[in-house]
């Protein structure tokens, strides 16, 4: 078990609660979602935490695949996939390079608050071979690299010194640009400007 994992198996329950607490913020983020999503869907949700985005959309799609390499949060959104009887997601703990998932999977692919988590670019590359022709990337993630605020030097801090995972300090246009050259079109993109950024990108594999 690597230092991620061990972290967000003890993040698991607490991650859990606050999910719960702020149910109005995951709907809003669900509203946002549904007018890109069709009945036929098949959807990957990268790095799903315990399911709650999911189980939200699991409704509006053919079937939603939940993926995290926590046992932990895996644990909790299969209780909350049979708490919400959403009988068309599946949750397992693995990592979106598992061999077992073929080029052109997906229609919909999620990632929400993890690119600034991992090897960006090499992610970015897996999502698009994953997806199908036209499918869709649909992403949120927190921008260290737009802010110099007390928040983010504390952040990238405690990443420094072990306390929290490996941070990517992504800017905005960065991350766009990213997504570009790997031979995304993007559809729709939205920053906030709150005192950690965050970048709401909703991209198309061409």
């Known amino acids: ?102 080029e052109d999977s997906f229609d919909v692919i999620l990632a929400f608050y993890i690119l600034h988590l991992v090897e960006t670019q090499q992610v970015l590359r897996r999502v698009y071979d994953l997806l199908k022709p036209g499918g869709l990337f649909i992403s949120e993630t927190p921008c260290l690299g737009e802010t110099k605020s007390v928040v983010s030097f504390v952040i990238s801090l405690a990443s420094k010194v072990g306390l929290v995972p490996k941070i990517q300090k992504l800017g905005t246009a960065e991350l766009e640009d990213l997504l570009v050259n790997i031979g995304f079109e993007i559809v729709e993109a939205e920053a906030n400007s709150d005192m950690i950024p965050i970048d709401y990108i909703v991209a198309r594999k061409n």
């Open 1 to 102: 078990m690597n230092r991620s994992e061990k972290f967000w198996d003890k993040q698991a329950a607490r991650f859990d609660r606050e999910d719960n607490d702020s149910a109005s913020t995951e709907n809003k983020t669900a509203g946002k979602l549904r007018k890109h999503l069709k009945p036929s869907d098949k959807v990957l949700e990268y790095a799903c935490g315990t399911g709650r985005l999911a189980i939200d959309v699991a409704s509006n799609v053919g079937e939603v695949q939940g993926i995290d390499i926590s046992s932990e949060m895996i644990a909790i959104a299969k209780g909350n996939a049979v708490e919400r009887n959403a009988e068309n997601v599946n949750f397992s703990k693995t990592t979106i390079f598992e061999a077992r998932f073929p």
